[in-house]
T-cell receptor, first 116, second 117 residues
């Protein structure tokens, strides 16, 4: 079956540091890949996505590239801010997100804390 | 602002009692909602898919008689944990599918922490 493995947290960084959160996956076929973010007291929000190999998703300074050869979708940001403190979830869907029968498989989540 | 609202955000109940968690879509109609559960330091696991007006589809290993799901309207799905036990203590989160002109989008609720004592 499908699975997602995320870098264990928690991760603590100073403001303006470089961030990498590793994510690797196992899936049949050609899944779509996602990063979700959950800020304290809020629901999960889609941060970025990539639907095919070599696609790069980006949003709010975050980037992740769909690497089929390494089955990875690592999240990166060049300079983190205190407001980026949240839990980040890597996820995959084995068919178009939102289409009938689509299911999201999540990683364990990585807690990021950014100190000023 | 939130487009999917869950209530309660935290609940403590006694072992053997039942507890209901609501998931509401705000500003849109959701024909399909999803319920997830997350144990500490583990992934969100899909429990069931809830379709308005029909029975929920449960994932393998999820007891449908213990986790009752009702999706009686296009904006509300409820999850009732019956005869709760301490091992049911977990984080429960719902999501709802919104159909739009440019495609479908999944929105998540804030989640509900259940503690069974």
């Amino acid at each position: 079956g499908n699975s997602v493995t995320q870098m264990e947290g928690p991760v603590t960084l100073s403001e303006e540091a470089f961030l990498t959160i590793n994510c690797t996956y196992t899936a049949t076929g050609y899944p779509s890949l996602f990063w979700y973010v959950q800020y304290p007291g809020e629901g999960l929000q889609l941060l970025l996505k990539a639907t095919k190999a070599d696609d790069k998703g980006s949003n709010k300074g975050f980037e992740a590239t769909y690497r089929k050869e390494t089955t990875s979708f690592h999240l990166e940001k060049g300079s983190v801010q205190v407001s980026d403190s949240a839990v980040y979830f890597c996820a995959l869907s084995d068919r178009g997100l939102g289409t009938s029968g689509s299911r999201l498989t999540f990683g364990e989540g990585t807690q990021l804390t950014v100190n000023p | 602002g939130a487009v999917v609202s869950q209530h309660p955000s935290r609940v403590i109940c006694k072992s053997g009692t039942s507890v209901k968690i609501e998931c509401r879509s705000l500003d849109f109609q959701a024909t399909t909602m999803f319920w997830y559960r997350q144990f500490p330091k583990q992934s969100l696991m899909l429990m069931a898919t809830s379709n308005e007006g029909s029975k929920a589809t449960y994932e393998q290993g999820v007891e449908k008689d213990k986790f009752l799901i009702n999706h009686a309207s296009l904006t509300l799905s409820t999850l009732t944990v019956t005869s709760a036990h301490p091992e049911d203590s977990s984080f429960y989160i719902c999501s709802a599918r919104a159909r739009g002109w440019s495609g479908n989008t999944i929105y998540f609720g804030e989640g509900s922490w259940l503690t069974v004592v």
